[in-house]
Nanobody, 119 residues
Framework: QVQLVESGGGLVRPGGSLKLSCAAS????????MGWYRQAPGTNRVLVAA???????NYADLVKGRFTVTRNNVNNMVYLEMNDLKPEDTAVYYC?????????????WGEGPQVPVSS
Protein backbone atom coordinates (compact mmCIF):
# COMPACT_ATOMS: atom_id res chain seq x y z
CA GLN A 1 0.00 0.00 0.00
CA VAL A 2 0.97 3.61 -0.57
CA GLN A 3 0.37 6.46 1.84
CA LEU A 4 0.42 10.13 0.86
CA VAL A 5 0.95 13.15 3.09
CA GLU A 6 0.49 16.64 1.69
CA SER A 7 1.66 20.00 2.97
CA GLY A 8 1.75 23.61 1.89
CA GLY A 9 -1.88 24.66 1.61
CA GLY A 10 -3.30 27.90 2.91
CA LEU A 11 -4.83 31.25 2.09
CA VAL A 12 -3.25 33.17 -0.77
CA ARG A 13 -4.16 36.45 -2.44
CA PRO A 14 -5.02 36.69 -6.13
CA GLY A 15 -1.85 36.92 -8.16
CA GLY A 16 0.13 35.17 -5.46
CA SER A 17 2.03 31.91 -5.45
CA LEU A 18 1.95 28.73 -3.40
CA LYS A 19 3.79 25.43 -3.48
CA LEU A 20 2.22 22.15 -2.43
CA SER A 21 4.24 19.09 -1.48
CA CYS A 22 3.27 15.44 -1.27
CA ALA A 23 5.34 12.68 0.25
CA ALA A 24 4.74 9.04 -0.62
CA SER A 25 5.61 6.11 1.61
CA UNK A 26 4.94 2.40 1.64
CA UNK A 27 5.06 0.43 -1.62
CA UNK A 28 6.66 3.28 -3.51
CA UNK A 29 8.20 1.05 -6.16
CA UNK A 30 4.73 0.19 -7.37
CA UNK A 31 3.88 3.81 -8.20
CA UNK A 32 3.59 4.69 -11.86
CA UNK A 33 2.14 8.19 -11.78
CA MET A 34 1.80 10.94 -9.20
CA GLY A 35 -0.04 14.18 -9.46
CA TRP A 36 -2.60 16.61 -8.22
CA TYR A 37 -6.35 16.90 -8.52
CA ARG A 38 -8.60 19.61 -7.15
CA GLN A 39 -12.20 19.88 -6.08
CA ALA A 40 -14.00 23.19 -5.73
CA PRO A 41 -17.21 23.41 -3.68
CA GLY A 42 -20.13 21.84 -5.52
CA THR A 43 -18.01 20.42 -8.34
CA ASN A 44 -16.33 17.15 -9.25
CA ARG A 45 -12.70 16.38 -8.53
CA VAL A 46 -10.62 17.11 -11.63
CA LEU A 47 -7.07 16.62 -12.76
CA VAL A 48 -4.69 19.55 -12.30
CA ALA A 49 -1.37 18.00 -13.28
CA ALA A 50 0.30 14.61 -13.23
CA UNK A 51 3.71 13.14 -14.03
CA UNK A 52 4.64 9.54 -14.75
CA UNK A 53 7.76 7.71 -13.65
CA UNK A 54 9.13 8.30 -17.15
CA UNK A 55 8.65 12.05 -16.87
CA UNK A 56 5.58 12.44 -19.06
CA UNK A 57 3.56 15.41 -17.80
CA ASN A 58 -0.08 16.27 -18.30
CA TYR A 59 -1.68 19.59 -17.32
CA ALA A 60 -5.26 20.74 -17.26
CA ASP A 61 -5.78 23.54 -19.79
CA LEU A 62 -6.89 25.96 -17.06
CA VAL A 63 -3.51 25.84 -15.31
CA LYS A 64 -1.08 25.60 -18.23
CA GLY A 65 1.56 28.29 -17.99
CA ARG A 66 0.76 29.04 -14.34
CA PHE A 67 1.26 25.73 -12.52
CA THR A 68 4.28 23.43 -12.59
CA VAL A 69 4.34 19.85 -11.37
CA THR A 70 7.63 18.19 -10.50
CA ARG A 71 8.48 14.79 -9.15
CA ASN A 72 11.51 13.63 -7.23
CA ASN A 73 11.84 9.87 -7.47
CA VAL A 74 14.77 9.81 -5.03
CA ASN A 75 12.81 11.11 -2.06
CA ASN A 76 9.39 10.04 -3.37
CA MET A 77 7.92 13.52 -3.51
CA VAL A 78 5.69 15.34 -5.94
CA TYR A 79 5.28 19.11 -5.92
CA LEU A 80 2.83 21.56 -7.39
CA GLU A 81 4.07 25.11 -7.81
CA MET A 82 1.19 27.47 -8.44
CA ASN A 83 1.72 31.00 -9.73
CA ASP A 84 -0.62 33.84 -10.64
CA LEU A 85 -3.36 32.26 -8.58
CA LYS A 86 -6.93 33.29 -9.31
CA PRO A 87 -10.07 33.10 -7.15
CA GLU A 88 -11.32 30.31 -9.42
CA ASP A 89 -8.33 28.22 -8.35
CA THR A 90 -9.89 27.98 -4.90
CA ALA A 91 -10.29 24.31 -4.10
CA VAL A 92 -9.14 21.39 -2.03
CA TYR A 93 -6.04 20.01 -3.72
CA TYR A 94 -5.53 16.26 -3.53
CA CYS A 95 -2.32 14.41 -4.16
CA UNK A 96 -2.78 11.12 -6.01
CA UNK A 97 -0.57 8.14 -6.71
CA UNK A 98 -1.42 5.42 -9.21
CA UNK A 99 0.39 2.21 -9.82
CA UNK A 100 0.35 -1.53 -9.99
CA UNK A 101 1.11 -3.83 -7.08
CA UNK A 102 1.44 -7.54 -7.83
CA UNK A 103 -0.76 -7.20 -10.90
CA UNK A 104 -3.46 -5.15 -9.20
CA UNK A 105 -3.91 -1.53 -10.19
CA UNK A 106 -4.43 0.99 -7.42
CA UNK A 107 -5.06 4.66 -6.84
CA UNK A 108 -4.38 6.41 -3.55
CA TRP A 109 -5.51 9.85 -2.42
CA GLY A 110 -4.04 12.19 0.11
CA GLU A 111 -6.28 14.08 2.51
CA GLY A 112 -6.12 17.31 0.54
CA PRO A 113 -4.95 20.74 1.74
CA GLN A 114 -7.32 23.62 1.16
CA VAL A 115 -6.17 26.46 -1.04
CA PRO A 116 -8.46 29.49 -0.76
CA VAL A 117 -7.55 32.31 -3.14
CA SER A 118 -9.05 35.52 -1.87
CA SER A 119 -8.19 39.12 -1.11
Amino acid sequence: QVQLVESGGGLVRPGGSLKLSCAASGSIFSIYAMGWYRQAPGTNRVLVAAVTSFGKINYADLVKGRFTVTRNNVNNMVYLEMNDLKPEDTAVYYCRAEGDERGTAFGTWGEGPQVPVSS
